[in-house]
């Protein structure tokens, strides 16, 4: 609920070194995550969500567990992560903590993807 009415980390990162993007088809929810990284290390993270209320948490929350961690951990944050940190979540709401992992992975590998190619 907390993260619900404020969320954390809630903005656009023009100079992100990579970004992630997930949607389920099914609610029509959205989630672009932005990283920053410096030595290996997320040093901030950000998104913008068009969602559901459980949705916007489990982003609020991908980002508080994400931030800090270096990108192999940060990979291995989990569903199961999120939706612990938040004390639960309804049952017709687990779908959504998919978006923030699915996002925040891919904004990782396109981080790998854009130091490769540089
Ligand atoms: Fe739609 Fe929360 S606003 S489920
Ligand atoms: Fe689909 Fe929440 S209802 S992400």
Same mark, same amino acid.
């Given at each position: 609920?907390?993260?619900?009415?404020?969320?954390?980390?809630?903005?656009?990162?023009?100079?992100?070194? $990579?970004?992630?993007?997930? *949607?389920?088809?099914?609610?029509?929810?959205?989630?672009?995550?932005?990283?920053? @990284?410096?030595?290996?290390?997320?040093?901030?993270?950000?998104?913008?969500?068009?969602?559901?209320?459980?949705?916007?948490?489990?982003?609020?929350?991908?980002? @508080?567990? $994400?931030? *800090?961690?270096?990108?192999?951990?940060?990979?291995?944050?989990?569903?199961?992560?999120?939706?612990?940190?938040?004390? *639960?979540?309804?049952?017709?709401? @687990?779908?959504?903590?998919?978006? *923030?992992?699915?996002?925040?992975?891919? $904004?990782?590998?396109?981080?790998?993807?854009?130091? $490769?190619?540089?």
């Amino acid at each position: 609920m907390e993260h619900f009415m404020c969320p954390q980390n809630a903005y656009i990162m023009p100079d992100a070194d $990579a970004a992630g993007s997930a *949607g389920d088809p099914a609610c029509g929810d959205a989630l672009t995550v932005f990283i920053k @990284v410096r030595d290996n290390i997320i040093q901030e993270i950000s998104y913008l969500v068009f969602g559901c209320c459980a949705s916007i948490a489990t982003s609020s929350m991908t980002s @508080v567990l $994400a931030k *800090g961690k270096s990108l192999e951990e940060a990979l291995n944050i989990t569903e199961e992560d999120i939706i612990k940190a938040l004390d *639960g979540l309804p049952e017709n709401k @687990v779908h959504c903590s998919n978006l *923030g992992v699915t996002a925040l992975r891919k $904004a990782i590998n396109n981080y790998y993807k854009n130091q $490769a190619a540089k």
